[in-house]
Every structure is written in C-alpha cells, then in structure tokens.
C-alpha cells in the first residue's frame, strides 16, 4: 500500500505538470510508453479520473488498481467484486485507454446479452465523440485508422465499431467467437463481464 501511494503521488505530479504545459503531444507519450504492467495499470486509472471524472466521481479504491494490473495482464485473468464495485465502469476506462493508445487491434465485449454489451461499447463510442477533452487531446478517432485516415469502406453498426482502428465487437454469453476475425485480426483482447 505505500509502495503504491508513493508511485501514485510521483505520477500525479508528473501528469499535473504535463497538463499545465498543454503539451498534449507529449501527454500521449506519457501515457502510452507505460513500462511494465504495474505502471500500465496505475497510469491507466489516473487515465481514467482525469478523462472520465463523471464515471469515477469517488476517491479510487486500492483493489481498482489490482483490477487494472489483471486487466492488462498477459494471462487469462478475472476478477469478481460485489455490485456497485464500478467493475463495469472501470473496464469500459481502461478499454478506451487501451484504444486511445493502441494497445490493441480487437476487442470483444462478452456480456449476457448482446444488448447489454452493445450498451458498453456505445458508451465507450460516446465518449471518444462527444468528450472535448478527450477530442483535444487524441483528435478524432470514431471511425478512423491507427494512423488517422478516415475508414470510408466501414460503417459503424450496433455493437460494431471501430475507434483509432481499433476494432470493437459486442457478444452475448451464448454467441459463438470461435472465427471472429477482422481483416487479419483475430481478437486480441476478450473481456466477460457478468457472464455467469
């Protein structure tokens, strides 16, 4: 606990002093060149507070930023937290840190039904639409390449969607993702939530 108090204060005096430079450039350097998974997961949270206040209006438990090192883990991992623990909430953050920086190439969402995690992945896409400070820092990306190039041959549709080139695609438990592919993606990252 105080090894992580001690990076936490380190890393919002480095992010307050980036913000204040306006330096937005270099704010997406900060963020995206993250070293190792415990920095990947602390930076992602404060990511998170400072694009999302609305989501996370509460000071950040301590196991938020145990959730965030599993999320970004290399091996399956899963979590479980009694409702109202903002598991949800803080997924949904830490993908759109992950497209924000292009940490990944396809995303599923697994929910219980299809509904339900066409839902998370439109609220991510509202966020990169609608969030100014979001636009002004990572420009826009609903519906554009990695590189920024409009995606003209791609509509959008319920439930799939691209951000940043990254592809986003809701299931329902029941559905098949053995086969998902986009272009010469196979999904990169799988997120169950709420799926028992």
């Given at each position: 606990?105080?090894?992580?108090?001690?990076?936490?204060?380190?890393?919002?005096?480095?992010?307050?002093?980036?913000?204040?430079?306006?330096?937005?450039?270099?704010?997406?350097?900060?963020?995206?060149?993250?070293?190792?998974?415990?920095?990947?997961?602390?930076?992602?949270?404060?990511?998170?507070?400072?694009?999302?206040?609305?989501?996370?209006?509460?000071?950040?438990?301590?196991?938020?930023?145990?959730?965030?090192?599993?999320?970004?883990?290399?091996?399956?991992?899963?979590?479980?937290?009694?409702?109202?623990f903002s598991k949800t909430s803080l997924a949904q953050g830490l993908i759109a840190c992950s497209i924000a920086h292009s940490w990944e190439t396809f995303i599923v969402v697994v929910e219980k039904s299809f509904t339900e995690a066409a839902e998370i992945l439109s609220a991510i896409r509202?966020?990169?639409?609608?969030?100014?400070?979001?636009?002004?820092?990572?420009?826009?990306?609903?519906?554009?390449?990695?590189?920024?190039?409009?995606?003209?041959?791609?509509?959008?549709?319920?439930?799939?969607?691209?951000?940043?080139?990254?592809?986003?695609?809701?299931?329902?438990?029941?559905?098949?993702?053995?086969?998902?592919?986009?272009?010469?993606?196979?999904?990169?990252?799988?997120?169950?939530?709420?799926?028992?």
């Open positions: 606990k105080d090894g992580l108090e001690i990076k936490l204060n380190q890393y919002r005096a480095e992010i307050e002093a980036i913000v204040n430079s306006k330096d937005w450039t270099l704010f997406r350097s900060y963020f995206h060149h993250s070293i190792g998974s415990e920095e990947r997961a602390i930076k992602s949270v404060l990511w998170c507070r400072f694009f999302f206040p609305h989501y996370f209006t509460d000071t950040t438990p301590l196991f938020h930023y145990e959730l965030a090192y599993l999320f970004f883990a290399q091996e399956n991992e899963y979590w479980a937290a009694p409702r109202g509202e966020e990169f639409t609608d969030n100014p400070m979001l636009k002004a820092v990572y420009g826009e990306l609903v519906a554009k390449t990695a590189e920024g190039q409009e995606l003209n041959k791609v509509k959008d549709a319920e439930g799939d969607m691209f951000i940043g080139g990254v592809r986003l695609r809701a299931k329902g438990f029941n559905a098949p993702i053995r086969g998902l592919k986009s272009k010469q993606f196979r999904p990169s990252f799988v997120l169950c939530d709420d799926v028992e």
